[in-house]
């Protein structure tokens, strides 16, 4: 690109630009495609690892402390002196690496739990078999968790939730175009697959039955639009009253078998998904049930038993439905499965090893900065009443960050973990978990609780405690770096925190208070207003369309791209109020308006193979990548003039047409 300022060249001590520019393309005019600008020389010469659906610079970052997991994994595995956290790491890792012992097994690992199954006799018996399954990690046609009542958040309170498909969305059992078809056909044979390899020899007339079953409940689920409402899907009520709503299913062996008695009350997600679900199982013989329970069964546990089950899990879930080629190396699957059973008990040591506690103090003044600015935002809102605005501040002033790792670890000393025994692993975590979660029934709410390890790559924000959370391996370049100037680290992780605030006030995160409970604190002209200015970006965001025939689904995904147009605007606030009235430095030509929004381009650097792609947009919230890039930036005024786009620009909006809510 041409430069728009020029300087001296930095010192060695000055800070850098933060912008990776070796992958910039000069090519590609930033006033045409912003995204391909930034990133056109990494896009043009990056091939996707024939191991992955989609590479950027999230799997970049996973990648690399994939690397560093395994040093810590490995280490806890020479050091029989380690301590009981580190003996089950390791030897979690070494039932997961014992492939041999896998082969010599087969299917084995799985003959008490298919006894069980195949041992069913009456109905009346599936409510109590499905809460096991569901406690030790099996899909079943709905799942519980424990979460915060979201109009009283100060309790703990089971949630119901539709569930149980083998395929990723309703839409994929329901949609005919030609993709979705051929999805179908190969599920049905991956079923079968399946299922002859447990010794089924019907698996063919199971594996129909199966389909058959799952395809009427995904007619009675809700889409994910209709999932997003909180409002709706707020349904409470008393064991006795679920017998009213879904009749003909034993909700009180449920409860007692899931542990449920210990609350009152239940919230339900999707009532009228429960109805369906008690009316297909009403209707399906107990055969069939039995299969698909044991299809279930199976398909939770191939990753963890011998070859042929791996691989063919691998070919359907991944090939088949993402694109993937090759699957991943058996140490990067058993670092994964540590993480998954053990994750805070390795994230202690990444912490202590990879986490230098300078990174969080400057993390720190980095969020006061951005709140400072939403804070200032609010103020200044010309659609928003006073006495919204007033609400508005009051839940800004009870937000919580939480940054880099929890303040205490969790404790795995009820988990027994066995050298030789992965499956049984696996399950005794997935129970271990869910015992965990039953225990906060009737107790405080526990505010010191992450929902992701330090070494995710990701960030998010919770409702219902009102708070953000970034754990300590997304902060480290491109989102975040220590020896840049603040331009690119603001454009950059400042924007994904502005983001994750930005969730605290979008279209559904609005209808919870400074408190987490689920409260209408706008006025309904306040309300339409908003409504008003998030319908241009549904309308935005539907317009882009990746791949013939698929376009975003701006509706699913408004509450993100709420959550990036707020992130950008507020973000760019706090980097002014940053610099505390002094003009920013050029570094590398580039002038610190131009750093902060090639800061946000690129960490958006992705390439997705199309099944992913498609995937992405019939199941994920989140735009494409390319579209978070460009779609934020062109409602920004200062992009604009940051660059020189005028009319004619592909990257040009008009100022009436240019979305600005937070």
Known sequence: MAAFATAAPASPAAPTSGIQTQYIDPAVRVQDDFFAHVNGKWLNTTEIPADKASYGIGAVLRDDIQVQVREIIETAKADKKGGPDARKIGDLYASYMDEAKREQLGYKPLAGELAKIRGLKDKKNVPALMSHLSDIGVATPFGVFIGQDARDATRYAPVLWQSGLGLPDRDYYLKDDARMVDIRAKYLKHIEAMLGMVGRADAAKAAADIMAFETELAKAQWSRVENRDPVKRYNKMTIAKLGEVAPGYDWKAAADAGGLSKSDYVIVGQPTYLTGMAKTIANTDVAVLKSYLEWQLVRA??????????????????????????????????????????????????????????????????????????????????????????????????????????????????????????????????????????????????????????????????????????????????????????????????????????????????????????????????????????????????????????????????????????????????????????????????????????????????????????????VGPHSPGMYRANGAVINHPAFHEAFGIKEGDKMYVAPKDRVSIW
């Open 301 to 618: 546990n191939a990753p963890y038993l011998s070859k042929r089950f791996v691989d063919e899990s691998f070919a359907f879930n991944s090939t088949t439905l993402n694109g993937v080629a090759q699957n991943l190396p058996l140490w990067k699957r058993a670092v994964n499965g540590v993480e998954t059973a053990l994750g805070e008990a390795v994230g202690k040591q990444y912490v202590a090893q990879h986490f230098p506690a300078e990174r969080k103090a400057r993390m720190d003044t980095l969020v006061k900065n951005l709140v400072e600015a939403y804070r200032q935002s609010i103020d200044t809102l010309e659609w928003m009443s006073p006495e919204t605005k007033k609400e508005a501040q009051a839940k800004l002033a009870k937000f919580t960050p939480k940054i880099g790792y929890p303040n205490k670890w969790r404790d795995y000393s009820s988990l027994a973990i066995k050298s030789d025994d992965l499956v049984g692993n696996m399950m005794r975590a997935n129970a271990f978990q869910t015992k965990l979660n039953l225990a906060k029934l009737g107790k405080p709410i526990d505010r010191e609780e992450w929902g992701m390890t330090p070494q995710t790559v990701n960030a998010y924000y919770n409702s219902s405690m009102n708070e953000i959370v970034f754990p300590a391996a997304i902060l480290q370049p491109p989102y975040f770096d220590m020896r840049a100037d603040d331009a690119a680290n603001y454009g950059g992780i400042g924007a994904v925190i502005g983001h994750e605030i930005g969730h605290g006030f979008d279209d559904s995160g609005s209808q919870s208070d400074g408190n987490g409970n689920l409260r209408d604190w706008w006025t309904a002209d306040d309300r339409a207003r908003f409504k008003d200015r998030t319908q241009m970006l549904v309308k935005q965001y539907s317009a882009y369309s990746p791949l013939p025939g698929y376009n975003v689904n701006g509706q699913l995904g408004l509450g993100e791209n709420i959550g990036d147009n707020s992130g950008i605007f507020i973000a760019y606030k706090a980097y002014k109020i940053s610099l505390g009235g002094k003009p920013a430095p050029v570094i590398d030509g580039l002038t610190g308006d131009q750093r902060f929004f090639m800061g946000w381009a690129q960490v958006w650097r992705i390439k997705m193979r199309d099944e992913a792609m498609i995937n992405q947009i019939k």
